[in-house]
């Protein structure tokens, strides 16, 4: 939906007051802030994370939402989210993700949205999306991943018993393979 311009300003200006007395008073984490009036909301948006341990670990572990977007997160160390147990939608759009090596969302079994569109993803694990079981929603528009990479999705569509919606547009080793840019699956996840 499209804002008119004086609306977002001033959406825009409350967002940065809002940053600007999380500092002073304490509800600031590293960066990150409570999206005000909801408390179970973290936004961590263009931030210069670069270190996700050192910010998730000054979180509350009962949100629901965390916007990491527009950082500069090269690594999800395994197990990085485990502890937030009611995680439903995570953000990593537009960081520096290279790859998946497995167990990166341990613990998210309840996430709803996972969105890690604008990455340098190229390579995913067997086992990276392990435990992702009420995963409804997979982003991964603009990486660059190839043919094989598709094979998890193949693999065991069981892992994913809640998935109805990957969208893999605009990777550019997939560009010959038009079919499968964009994958929608049925609301049981059985016809990939
Ligand atoms: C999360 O926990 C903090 C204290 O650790 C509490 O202040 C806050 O209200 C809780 N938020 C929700 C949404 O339960
Ligand atoms: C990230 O931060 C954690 C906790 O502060 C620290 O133990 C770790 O060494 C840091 N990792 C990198 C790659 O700097
Ligand atoms: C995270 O923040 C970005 C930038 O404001 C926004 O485009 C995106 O929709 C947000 N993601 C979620 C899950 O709210
Ligand atoms: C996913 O990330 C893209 C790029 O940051 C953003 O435009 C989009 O709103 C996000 N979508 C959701 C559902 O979080
Ligand atoms: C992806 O990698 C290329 C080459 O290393 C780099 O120029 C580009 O900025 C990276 N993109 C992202 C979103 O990190
Ligand atoms: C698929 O996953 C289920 C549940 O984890 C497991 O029992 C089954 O052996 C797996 N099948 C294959 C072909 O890996
Ligand atoms: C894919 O990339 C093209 C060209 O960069 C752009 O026009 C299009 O909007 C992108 N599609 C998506 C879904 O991001």
């Known amino acids: 939906k499209i804002l008119p311009p004086k609306i977002k300003m001033m959406r825009t200006v409350l967002f940065l007051l809002l940053l600007k007395t999380s500092a002073c008073c304490g509800f600031g984490f590293k960066g990150c802030s409570l999206n005000f009036p909801m408390t179970d909301v973290i936004w961590c948006f263009n931030q210069n994370i670069a270190n996700l341990t050192e910010v998730v670990s000054m979180l509350p572990d009962n ?65 990276a999306f392990d435990g992702l079981t009420g995963l409804q929603t997979l982003l991964m528009i603009h990486n660059i991943l190839a043919t094989l990479s598709l094979s998890i999705f193949k693999v065991n569509v069981s892992c994913f018993p809640a998935l109805e919606y990957i969208r893999l547009s605009n990777n550019s080793k997939l560009e010959l393979q038009a079919d499968v840019k964009s994958v929608t699956l049925t609301p049981t996840g059985s016809s990939l």
């Open 63 to 127: 949100i629901t939402t965390l916007n990491l977007s527009k950082n500069k997160i090269r690594v999800i160390p395994p197990g990085a989210f485990s502890q937030m147990l009611g995680l439903k939608r995570l953000d990593l759009s537009q960081n520096q993700l290279v790859s998946l090596k497995g167990g990166e969302f341990r613990g998210l079994g309840v996430l709803e949205c996972l969105n890690l569109t604008c990455n340098n993803i190229s390579h995913i694990h067997s086992h």
